[in-house]
């Protein structure tokens, strides 16, 4: 099955603990169950990670070359700062979809700029943890059948 990572940037292992006025009352854990299911309907193995560190997510984005099929990423604040997460998401050669919880272009001015999303082949904001079901759904369309359908495509007998 074709490896889609889903990659979580720093506080959101708080999703759901801590602001819920501002980011909803659904956990990361819940996010990442939401994620597995519709990846396992649509024949994709889901690589679901958090890291509150810059080097992490890079190193994990650096590792997807030539093995995942592409990259769902909620970068969070270094969305608007890391340059180095841009150029690793670049090298990578792969599909990107960003995700935002929220509409990053309602909020502050400092968070309207998304210099991750120069690497991104579509971005969803504002849908809260749905956005991450409908990045998976993309991104199966953006593979392509002949990958993406592990679950139905030839040389399967079920
Ligand atoms: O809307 C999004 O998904 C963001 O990526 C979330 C980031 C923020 O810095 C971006 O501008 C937009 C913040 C992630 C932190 O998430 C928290 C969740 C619960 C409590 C505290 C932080």
Redesign the pocket.
Known sequence: MPIVAVLN????????????E??GHTTLADVQAMAEAKAAALGLAVEFRQSNLEGELIGWVQQCRGRAAGIVI????Y??TSIALLDALLASELPVIE??????HR??A??QNSITGKAATGMI??LGPQ?YVLALEAMAGLIGPGQASGARGPGRTA
């Open positions: 940037g720093p506080n959101l292992n708080l999703l759901g603990l801590r602001q819920p501002l980011y909620n970068p969070a604040g969305t608007h995700v935002h919880l929220t509409n990053i909020r502050e400092f968070r904001a504002g956005g």
